[in-house]
């Protein structure tokens, strides 16, 4: 062989050698291929739910949400599928939903508490294949007002799902906002002296059993009482010495800055009204001055509200302080024209 022979086949060898250790690279690296040793690729989505809009900004998804709702809507914002999942899985930090799906865009909307034997909430209707993502709605059932409501949350998430590869499923996160309040009342004579708790009841007034697909409330001009579900007479223990106080417990739907909900306390005994105030503007002006979130971000992170009033000897609110969560709020704080 000549020396260009020689060359030549020299080169020819070294290029069939990095096109062989290219292939095997491409190999090793490929999914979907003929080799029974090669796993799969896998298009889709790993949803992972949590909910850290509290007040602690600290996630409690696995403590609080005990069973899950997910409605799939495509990229024409029809119903794909809906998906469940009422297991103790829910309990671990680690649980996560896998969905496979081919390459495009989706939306998905999640519920928190509403696939529970005691839910109280429910679509309305149930979505069927085909709906349209802005006609979902959820609402309160029959039967629950005045209840204890089972917590309820509700999240939301557009993301795209890539072609087929060998990283797998795209990993996306829903954050939970919770619909729910609980409100506890407590009255207490100025004097200090024990009051009767038998005598009162308490309710809230609003227009926000019907949730809508962003999960705001729809008004329907029949708002909805939300009477106390337990209400009682308590020892309880104050600066001055133990005291006879009076509390009822309330749960209502979402409450949003700008409505008008109205919590009443009355006296059974004279059916006279004993306290009615603009239920929004006290719970916004309870904010303290170590957090400084939007009115409707407070709202939400909340949910869970104390409120004492102080009542004179006539049981009549004696005095415009009230103290919320913990923080006075008074009169001149907050601006009372409807």
């Known amino acids: 062989m000549t020396r260009l022979g020689t060359r030549l086949g020299k080169s020819l060898a070294r290029t069939t050698a990095a096109t062989l250790i290219t292939c095997a690279a491409a190999l090793a690296t490929s999914c979907g291929s003929v080799f029974d040793d090669l796993p799969p690729c896998r298009s889709g989505v790993e949803l992972r739910f949590i909910f850290d ?3 602690e900004e600290a996630n409690s998804f696995h403590k609080q949400v005990d069973c899950l709702t997910l409605y799939l809507y495509g990229s024409d914002g029809r119903l794909i599928a809906t ?3 009422d297991s103790g899985a829910l309990a671990s930090e680690d649980y996560r939903m ?3 799906l081919d390459p495009g865009h989706y939306r998905a909307v999640a519920y928190g508490g509403m696939r529970c034997a005691d839910a109280s909430f429910e679509p309305v209707p ?3 294949a085909g709906s349209q993502y ?3 709605a959820v609402a309160l059932k029959p039967g629950h007002v005045g209840k204890r409501l089972h917590n309820h949350y509700h999240g939301a998430l557009e993301f795209e799902v890539p072609p087929p590869s060998p990283d797998g499923l795209v990993k996306q996160t829903i954050n939970f906002k919770r619909t729910t309040n609980h409100f506890r009342v407590t009255l207490q004579h100025a004097d200090g002296s024990p009051i009767d708790g038998t005598i009162f009841d308490y309710s809230i007034t609003d227009d926000n059993a ?3 697909h962003e999960n705001n409330p729809v008004a329907t001009g029949v708002p909805t009482t939300y ?3 337990t209400k009682g007479t308590i020892t309880a223990s104050k600066a001055d010495g133990d005291g006879i106080i009076a509390y009822g417990e309330l749960s209502t739907s979402r409450v949003i800055s700008g409505t008008s909900p109205k919590l009443r306390v009355g006296n059974i005994q004279t059916g006279e009204t004993v306290l009615e105030i603009p ?3 006290y719970l916004a002006a309870s904010q303290s001055d170590a957090t400084d979130y939007a009115e409707q971000d407070y709202l939400d992170r909340c949910g869970q509200w104390n409120l004492i009033f102080f009542l004179n000897g006539n049981n009549k609110w004696a005095d415009t302080d009230v103290i919320i969560n913990d923080w006075v709020v008074r009169f001149n704080d907050i601006e009372l024209n409807p």
Do not use: F, K, V
């Open 227 to 229: 009477p106390h579900w």
């Open 126 to 128: 149930e979505p069927a």
């Open 279 to 281: 239920l929004i503007r």
């Open 98 to 100: 896998d969905i496979d």
């Open 134 to 136: 802005t006609q979902l």
């Open 210 to 212: 019907l949730l809508d």
């Open 53 to 55: 809009h509290n007040m």
């Open 83 to 85: 998906y469940g999942e």
